[in-house]
């Protein structure tokens, strides 16, 4: 049931530079599109999160900008730093055939390190 | 204002036992999520409680289930375990109104060996 696909599966930055992670989806009926971080021995924590309404919203270093027409969200950690180092997951909420509701899809993580 | 508070923080069990994890949602906070991830899998939806009650399951069988007790906490039980179920076992509560913005415990390690 692969609605969500994520990429880069992995990705390794140098500090002070841009990390960019895709996803694309196939379902239009998204219509809220988050991103969770989690860190090692952590539960995912919801960083930032956009409505179609809108292409872009920024919350300090990260941004996500959105396609509407590509069916594609990104997200970008500007001036990366070792501490953002962390598996980022997209999880747009569609409807879920095997749930019979909107449900949160998650990809499958992007791991981002970042080195010194 | 406390998290999601989840238990035990490891299991260990042999294929065939039951399995028992506990979560406790944020305060005020009426639904609750059960999910799985295991290795390369990303997050597989479980089950959702709201309000004492079951609204929906994901794809898994019928030996994954759970409850909701009156004061919103929850309880995932595995019966029959096999190996594959060997996973991280995340709990997220939301409040009501904000079904999308949820709130993850630190998980369950469950192995079975």
């Known amino acids: 049931q692969q609605q969500v696909k994520q990429s880069p599966q992995s990705l390794i930055v140098q500090k002070g530079g841009i990390s960019i992670i895709n996803c694309a989806y196939e379902?239009?009926?998204?219509?809220?599109f988050p991103w969770y971080q989690q860190f090692p021995g952590k539960g995912p924590a919801l960083l930032i999160a956009?409505?179609?309404?809108?292409s872009e919203k920024k919350e300090g270093r990260f941004t996500i900008s959105f396609n509407k027409s590509a069916k594609q969200f990104s997200l970008h950690i500007m001036d990366s730093q070792p501490g953002d180092s962390a598996t980022y997951f997209c999880?747009?909420?569609?409807?879920?055939?095997?749930?019979?509701?909107?449900?949160?899809?998650f990809g499958k993580g992007t791991k981002l390190s970042v080195i010194p | 204002e406390a998290g999601v508070t989840q238990s035990p923080t490891h299991l260990i069990k042999t294929r065939g036992q039951q399995a028992t994890l506990r979560c406790s949602p944020i305060?005020?906070?009426?639904?609750v999520y059960w999910y799985q991830q295991a290795l390369g899998l990303g997050l597989q939806f479980l089950l959702w409680?709201?309000?004492?009650?079951?609204?929906n399951r994901g794809n898994f069988p019928p030996r994954f289930s759970g409850r909701q007790f009156p004061n919103y906490s929850s309880e995932l039980n595995v019966n029959a375990l096999e190996l594959e179920d060997s996973a991280l076992y995340l709990c997220?509560?939301?409040?009501?109104?904000?079904?999308?913005?949820?709130?993850f415990g630190p998980g369950t390690r469950l192995t079975v060996t």
């Open positions: 997220a509560s939301s409040a009501p109104g904000h079904l999308y913005e949820q709130y």
């Open positions: 379902n239009t009926a998204f219509d809220y």
């Open positions: 956009i409505r179609p309404d809108v």
């Open positions: 999880a747009p909420p569609g409807w879920y055939s095997g749930a019979g509701s909107y449900q949160l899809t």
């Open positions: 305060s005020g906070h009426t639904s």
């Open positions: 409680y709201d309000e004492g009650e079951e609204r």
